[in-house]
């Protein structure tokens, strides 16, 4: 990895070896940035506070060596990176401001695709995953991981089923519980659509009505203008003397008939009066049809208005025109049908839910055989692995537990809680000793034997995550001596199989190491490109008795390191 402009870190650059690298430096001196640097490129949320001072950026860049046929490596070619003779390189880069860049094979992809890879590139264990590890939900879900599809496959039917019975658990909670006001609002539907019914409203009637009482209530003065306008266009029986419009036009037309055969221009003329002749005639006509048909009775009129009244008492209330009356009793005996059929449907409901339950039952019983079963494994497999570690009487049980509840499901043949994982509690007990009572690991365990049982958990853990590289973050803290070597004899077994990494502040742990880098500051209290050595003979011995006595001269602690140095290399 190169890292510019990190925290303490200037520039500098990492070279990690393919075994077992360990990362050691003063406090302070930038060793946590080396695992900073690492989370950024594999998707870490982007803090500009790790930008160094006067910079404008932080960049992070790292050559990972893959196989072709590596699920990261296919999944980077998908993104559109290209490999560089088997290498994968990814560049991560954050500014002062904030925003963050991520490049791999040569192309800008999303940041979420560096968290993507990172499943199936490196595992990463520290003091945050200990801590996180002494809660036992994270307990469960550590065991369920390495049960793999043994608890995935019920966990994923399980976990389908709770959902649908969560709604279906709402959905009748809803109805039951607003029975009384869905009961007031089937009544007043029901009301509203009798009253709709009792008038039987039509399509634009009300409409039509309108202009029926319009024209009945204006009858008299209607009829006496057709009359006068028929009158003035056919002529007044009464008055037969009368000038009228069909005969000036009837005049009109035989002057210029009698000399259209002298001007085509006046013949046309003559047609034209001849059609307004015959218009003249047809209005005349309906206007004297209009006038005999015009229906005056009043008793006609007092049904339409009262027609028209029971109409408006129906538009006060459910819409403004007889149209909008119509649909909403359309509506309205849609929401009656639902209304009415509640009963029905909380016999539905019901029935799913007791179903479901049933279902969820079986499925916990089915979690709780899986997660007893890996459990026993687990524990046998973290209680060998502490036997490896200075722990050899120290003993590792899970206890997998349910909680009774009258309301919950059943398991074990008893009614217990359950949630969205099951019904189970699992919690990693530890005695350190025989004879001792297995307690809590956060109770039982001194702060050395917490460390070596969160490792021996983590190392269980890679025997089952395939992934090439493992990073631990001084997971080591807390102990020394004996228990101190055999942390480091264990990492490098680790390291036999996988790419580890780790961050000690242990000479016991990486006088193991197959290759040490030393993290130092420069006067001006910036890690530089210099800042990072591959530590080799004389100087690995200088830092190893640094580690040891504080003293890089010290003749006892330089034996003491190159008898160290010497063990490992034997046990290797």
Do not use: C
Request: glycine fraction near 10%; hydrophobic fraction near 45%; charged fraction near 25%.
């Amino acid at each position: 990895m190169r890292i510019r402009s990190l925290g303490v870190i200037d520039d500098a650059v990492v070279e990690l070896s393919p075994g077992f690298t360990a990362v050691t430096g003063e406090t302070g001196a930038g060793k946590t940035m080396v695992v900073t640097s690492l989370g950024l490129l594999l998707g870490g949320r982007a803090d500009p506070a790790l930008v160094r001072i006067g910079a404008k950026a932080a960049v992070v860049e790292g050559r990972v060596v893959l196989r072709p046929d590596a699920a990261a490596a296919v999944r980077a070619e998908e993104a559109g990176a290209e490999l560089d003779e088997g290498a994968l390189l990814i560049s991560r880069t954050v500014s002062a401001e904030g925003r963050s860049r991520a490049h791999v094979g040569g192309r800008s992809v999303p940041v979420g695709l560096l968290s993507e890879l990172a499943d199936d590139l490196v595992a990463v264990h520290g003091q945050t995953d200990q801590q996180g590890l002494l809660r036992p939900a994270r307990q469960r879900q550590a065991l369920d991981r390495y049960a793999g599809d043994a608890v995935a496959v019920p966990l994923e039917k399980y976990a389908g089923a709770y959902r649908r019975l969560r709604a279906v658990s709402a959905e009748l909670d809803t109805i039951t519980t607003r029975a009384r006001e869905r009961a007031q609002e089937a009544d007043l539907l029901r009301f509203g659509l009798e009253e709709v019914a009792a008038v039987e409203p039509l399509p634009g009637e009300d409409a039509e009505l309108a202009a029926e009482a319009e024209r009945l209530g204006h009858a008299e003065s209607l009829a006496s203008a057709a009359q006068a306008a028929h009158a003035a266009l056919a002529g007044d029986v009464e008055d037969p003397e009368g000038v009228d419009a069909n005969t000036l036009v009837a005049g009109a037309h035989r002057a210029l008939e009698a000399v259209r055969s002298h001007d085509p221009v006046l013949g046309g003329l003559a047609d034209r009066i001849a059609e307004l002749g015959i218009l003249l005639g047809d209005v005349a006509g309906e206007l004297a049809g209009y006038a005999d048909d015009l229906d005056a009775d009043p008793l006609r009129l007092a049904a339409v208005e009262e027609r028209r009244a029971a109409l408006t008492q129906l538009t006060r209330k459910y819409g403004d025109s007889v149209d909008a009356v119509l649909e909403w009793a359309q509506k309205g005996s849609a929401r009656l049908l639902e209304l009415d059929g509640d009963d029905e449907r909380i016999e539905e409901l019901t029935a799913e839910r007791d179903a479901l339950r049933a279902e969820l039952s079986q499925l916990a019983q089915a979690l709780t055989d899986a997660r007893a079963e890996a459990a026993e494994r687990f524990a046998s497999a973290v209680t060998a692995e502490l036997a490896s570690l200075a722990m050899p009487h120290a003993r590792v049980t899970i206890d997998i537990r349910q909680t009774e509840d009258p309301d919950g499901v059943e398991v074990g043949g008893r009614p217990v809680a359950y949630g969205p994982a099951g019904a189970d509690e699992v919690e990693l007990l530890l005695a350190p000793h025989p004879g001792a009572q297995p307690r809590p690991i956060a109770k039982g365990a001194s702060g050395g034997e917490l460390s070596r049982v969160m490792l021996a958990v983590e190392v269980v853990f890679a025997g089952t995550t395939p992934v090439p590289t493992y990073l631990f973050d001084e997971v080591d803290a807390g102990v020394g001596g004996k228990a101190a070597v055999e942390i480091g004899r264990r990492l490098a077994k680790l390291a036999k199989t996988a790419q580890v990494v780790v961050v000690t502040h242990l000479p016991q742990v990486a006088a193991f190491a197959d290759r040490q880098l030393l993290v130092e500051k420069t006067v001006d209290g910036s890690v530089t490109r210099s800042g990072v050595t591959v530590l080799e003979g004389e100087d690995r011995i200088r830092e190893l008795s640094r580690m040891l006595a504080g003293q890089e001269d010290s003749q006892t602690a330089r034996a003491h390191a190159e008898e160290l140095l010497a063990a490992a290399r034997a046990d290797g």
